[in-house]
């Protein structure tokens, strides 16, 4: 295969400039300007496109096993190809939780029957998420997870996740949390604030994230250990996290395209599609967000694809889960929401959806160098598209983001130099 003609943008190396790709045998061959085509070559045409790695998602919950009606690994490996996803991690929380060598090798199974992009699993940190009793965090390792996390579920005792972060540490992955106090969770998962008094229901004070953040940050320090704290959605996180930074503790931090690009007020005209976990802040943490984006206090945009089915949200604010879906959304929103607005250029928008998750999670992908794998994401970066989730690959529909104007839109996306999407339809053998 030869793509031609592209604007090709490599954050890893900072390459940039007009060039073609050659790729052969499923790994990149050369880069270069103007390369004549060989024989047998498919020529892709990349003008007034970007050519970038292909994107990393280390925060998606495909379902599988236990709650396949609303995704699996099939529907949601071809949702992150649509949105330009090549690799993705997902999330431990599903029936029964990933906890175990066996589920973990069980997984890694489906994925390579039913999947159409590179697919890795975390490890719960408890057993059955329950935050009582560790996993066996090196029988884990051994059967390949790439981190641990029990998110959806925060780990509450210190000590547990003193000892989380120590394990995971000394087999060289990432502990990975998600922060939120139980106690100080309200009524129902959204903001404590004006929208919630207006709705007449109690909501969860950003405190409930402060103080977890607050303590893994000094867990992190006692233990020098990296921790990977989640979908960060308050001002103090954020800028607890810069001092950390700044004190050369070992912490990394994810931001979710929701959270810099919506207010609590969605709730208003979206209802529980727009109920997620953490909660939709103020406009005051939208900004902080994006200024933690800009300043590379958080290192990564991560979806945190988290399907439901019409009929949980359709039971209201107070019983409906937390959660969108976000993987055919994420460039689009990234692009208009950080880019065009100049909040992030191009390069440092790619490298927190390429390069940066890649390292985080330690996986060989998220490069464009000669040699590697042939995991490509090629899209336009001025194509104007309206949100339509009828039309989405994934098997549910719960975004507040319906009827939405974007700008930045896939073109193809390539995974191992095999073309799975294309000018909007999945072209990789259908695994089912």
């Excluded at 320090?221 to 996290?241: D, F």
């Amino acid at each position: 295969m030869l793509i031609q003609n592209g604007l090709v943008m490599d954050p890893g190396s900072g390459r940039q400039g007009k060039l073609d790709i050659r790729i052969r045998d499923g790994k990149i061959a050369a880069i270069g300007a103007n390369l004549p085509v060989q024989a047998a070559e498919k020529v892709i045409s990349a003008a007034n496109c970007i050519v970038s790695p292909g994107f990393v998602d280390i925060h998606v919950h495909f379902r599988d096993p236990g709650f396949t009606h609303k995704e699996d690994l099939a529907s949601g490996s071809r949702a992150a190809a649509a949105g330009g996803f090549t690799s993705a991690v997902c999330l431990a929380n599903t029936k029964p939780a990933i906890h175990s060598p066996k589920l973990v090798e069980e997984f890694y199974a489906r994925a390579a029957s039913k999947a159409i992009i590179n697919l890795y699993t975390v490890g719960s940190v408890t057993r059955d998420l329950a935050g009582q009793e560790l996993t066996d965090f090196a029988a884990l390792k051994e059967a390949g997870v790439v981190g641990y996390s029990d998110d959806g579920n925060p780990v509450e005792d210190s000590a547990l996740m003193r000892q989380a972060m120590e394990k995971a540490g000394a087999l060289g992955l990432p502990a990975i949390t998600h922060c939120g106090q139980l106690s100080l969770v309200g009524d129902t998962i959204i903001n404590e604030g004006k929208v919630a008094e207006g709705l007449g229901i109690r909501g969860m004070p950003t405190i409930a994230e402060d103080i977890h953040v607050a303590r893994d940050i000094l867990l992190a320090k006692q233990t020098g250990q990296h921790v990977h704290i989640q979908h960060v959605s308050s001002a103090t996180s954020i800028a607890m996290i810069r001092a950390a930074k700044a004190q050369g503790i070992k912490v990394t931090a994810e931001a979710t395209p929701h959270h810099f690009s919506l207010t609590d007020e969605a709730l208003l005209t979206q209802g529980a599609n727009a109920k997620m976990n953490p909660p939709l802040r103020t406009r005051a943490h939208v900004a902080a967000v994006c200024q933690g984006l800009a300043d590379g206090t958080l290192d990564v945009i991560a979806t945190d694809h988290a399907p439901h089915t019409p009929e949980e949200k359709a039971t209201g604010l107070i019983e409906a889960p937390c959660g969108i879906i976000g993987l055919e959304t994420a460039l689009g929103l990234t692009w208009t929401e950080l880019v065009l607005p100049g909040i992030l250029t191009p390069l440092q928008a790619l490298a927190k959806l390429t390069s940066i998750p890649a390292a985080i999670m330690g996986l060989d992908k998220g490069t464009l160098a000669v040699g590697a794998d042939a995991d490509i994401t090629i899209f336009d970066p001025s194509a104007q598209w309206e949100v339509q989730p009828e039309k989405f690959f994934s098997k549910s529909r719960n975004t507040p983001f319906g009827g939405r104007q974007l700008t930045g839109k896939v073109v193809a996306t390539i995974v191992g130099g095999n073309l799975v999407f294309e000018k909007g339809k999945i072209v990789a053998a259908c695994k089912d």
